[in-house]
DNA sequence: AATTGTGAATTCCTTCACAGCC
DNA sequence: GGCTGTGAAGGAATTCACAATT
């Protein structure tokens, strides 16, 4: 394994990858080579060798790749085998929907806690034991609970206040809902995911039908 | 205005601008400098200039931007002058928090109606005047209503059929959070929020502290 | 024969640096 | 003097193309 800087588009493709293979493996295929694996995306064959090749020499000349080996080692790669523990903060629509959601890998992210601070919220059940709580006990909850990953469901206004309360508590790794540019401190990582800005790309389109945009 | 290639990572920028500039004035501010609000962001201020001078020349040398003008070049270049009605199809938790969502410009997004192929949830009242319907519906809402964007928070294995179904009712935006790479057909556009890839982005990084991701 | 792993070439994106303008 | 617009330079990501390997 190489110590050179990878880029989270890499990382964004192994995740993509990951996701393909345990798909290969539920329908029983043993071999998969980088061709194939391109052909169901829109990826040049190079370029997933590239990406593998980041973290080590996982294929075999002449073969491909060993489904399940490489699906073992994309799981270790991504620190899927830890579990992660996770908060929600902020129990509105979208706090209730990804407190609920489905499409978390069950055995590596376990979303733990909700938070909010609108007394009129707090207490409200979410789920099968999950239920609102007060974001003045956070921070403690964070630390307690080994809570590795935080989701920020609430106001732009209240991000970055809530952002710098659950890095103060320990939590290196942010999923940000809301429309505004976290500044991370050393040390802590921001995805953010931001809904107007998908919707107005698709606008610009609509709007210049002409003009090609990338496809993704 | 160029005929040029414009890339989608200028457009996502745009709308960061546009919501700067929205808080600029505001604020009451007359102008801007690139330098300025490169500095908002982790922005070069060259890059703002260029993204700009892809669409026309707005600053003045010497001044900068008049906030208020390039705040309406850029809602003319997004396209948001045009009212955009959009429906949700999957009436999940995912699905009623995008019916209900309060980021969306209100004068530039109406999500008008939310489908589901569930008896069990057609007919529920997501919110005043919203109601879930049954897909069978789907394709004669959007010729009818004028439907121009599709938000899909359905399953994965149900997504690339309802992918087809929109598009071959006209809609060219899609916005699909399901797990899965649409196949777009020529003039249509899909824009994928992944959320699992997100998670495991954050995984990845927790996992390789030392490795320096790229900020975004 | 097939497919990987990887230098070289290419394309795309960002930043520099400065002429031109207010 | 300050700031834009942009050609040129630099850097990053992707693709090509092929030697190496099974």
Redesign the interface.
Request: hydrophobic share 45%.
């Given at each position: 394994m190489k110590?050179e800087?990878?880029?989270?588009l890499t990382?964004?493709r192994?995740?993509?990858y990951?996701?393909c293979l345990n798909e290969l493996a539920d329908a029983g295929e043993q071999t998969v080579s980088s061709k194939t694996l391109a052909g169901?995306?829109?990826l040049n064959s190079a370029q997933i060798r590239k990406d593998l090749a980041y973290f080590g020499e996982f294929g075999v000349r002449g073969v491909g790749y060993y489904v399940e080996d490489l699906r073992v080692q994309l799981i270790k790669?991504?620190?899927?085998v830890?579990e992660?523990r996770a908060v929600v903060v902020g129990a509105?629509?979208?706090g209730?929907?990804?407190a609920?959601?489905s499409?978390?890998?069950p055995r590596?992210?376990l979303i733990i806690g909700i938070f909010d601070s609108d007394p009129a919220k707090i207490g409200r059940v979410v789920r099968d034991g999950l239920r609102v709580m007060s974001v003045e006990y956070l921070k403690d909850f964070i630390r307690e609970e080994g809570i590795?990953?935080a989701i920020l469901t609430v106001p732009a206004s209240a991000a970055e206040e809530v952002f710098a309360l659950v890095t103060s508590a320990g939590v290196?790794?942010?999923?940000n809902f809301a429309?505004i540019?976290l500044h991370?401190p050393e040390?802590a990582?921001?995805?953010?995911?931001?809904?107007?800005?998908?919707?107005?790309?698709?606008?610009?389109?609509?709007?210049?039908?002409?003009?090609?945009?990338?496809?993704?």
């Open positions: 110590t800087k990878i880029s989270e990382i964004n192994l995740s993509v990951l996701r169901r995306f829109n790669i991504l620190g899927l830890t992660h509105g629509n979208m209730y929907a990804l609920n959601y499409g978390f890998k590596s992210f590795d990953i290196r790794a942010v999923l429309p540019q991370a040390g990582k921001v995805r953010t995911v931001d809904l107007s800005i998908s919707l107005e790309s698709l606008s610009y389109f609509l709007a210049n039908p002409s003009v090609e945009l990338a496809t993704e």
